[in-house]
């Protein structure tokens, strides 16, 4: 049985959007179940809506090197083929910031610990974000978790992410991302905003 969710109802005065890790060098890696270009495509349509609404759109990627990554001992580790190339960290084009965006850098999976996230969201009055991104279950969930312990509501892009599996992707939405605030696809919140469906 599928359970019909409530329309979608966006308050454009205190929603923010938050795109993680869409920057070259990590959409440039094979992803699931959407492929990157898809979630692309769905990230900047947000983007465009936001920026026409005049609402935040925080843009957050990693500029940690491997002088500046965490060093924990694991049974599992990224590998790294050498020096990342010089454009690794920047944002795809499609979603290239614009004077009005604000740009968060971060070192770790989170956008949260060690940026000033939270305080831009808090200055400009938000009390919600809608989350999109890739890696699902890394970068996206890691956000997520933080935006819902500082008390944030959350409305998650569905098809605006991906990962490396679907069952990594299918384990954070179905698991946590439902627990923690809304899960929709992009079509639905762009319906919700009053300039969304020609972004």
Not at 55 to 72: E, I, N
Not at 119 to 143: A, F, K, N, P, Y
């Amino acid at each position: 049985m599928v359970m019909e969710m409530p329309e979608l109802s966006i308050d454009t005065t205190t929603t923010a959007l938050v795109v993680i890790d869409l920057q070259k060098g990590i959409a440039a890696q094979p992803a699931r179940p959407y492929p990157a270009p898809d979630v692309i495509k769905n990230a900047a349509k947000l983007v465009n809506a936001f920026r026409k609404n005049g609402m935040p759109v925080f843009l957050v990627h990693v500029v940690s090197t491997p002088g500046t990554a965490l060093a924990v001992t694991s049974d599992e580790s990224f590998p790294r083929a050498g020096a990342l190339p010089p454009d690794w960290s920047e944002f795809v084009p499609e979603i290239a910031p614009v004077p009005a965006d604000i740009v968060i850098a971060k070192k770790q999976w989170g956008a949260f610990y060690g940026t000033d996230l939270e305080l831009q969201l808090r200055r400009r009055r938000m009390d919600t974000i809608v989350l999109c991104g890739i890696s699902t279950d890394m970068g996206v969930e890691s956000t997520a978790r933080f935006a819902y312990e500082y008390g944030f509501q959350q409305i998650f892009a569905e098809d605006a992410m991906t990962s490396r599996s679907d069952e990594q992707h299918n384990a954070a939405v179905k698991f946590i991302f439902r627990r923690i605030g809304r899960v929709r696809k992009t079509g639905e919140i762009l319906r919700a905003l009053p300039r969304g469906p020609d972004a």
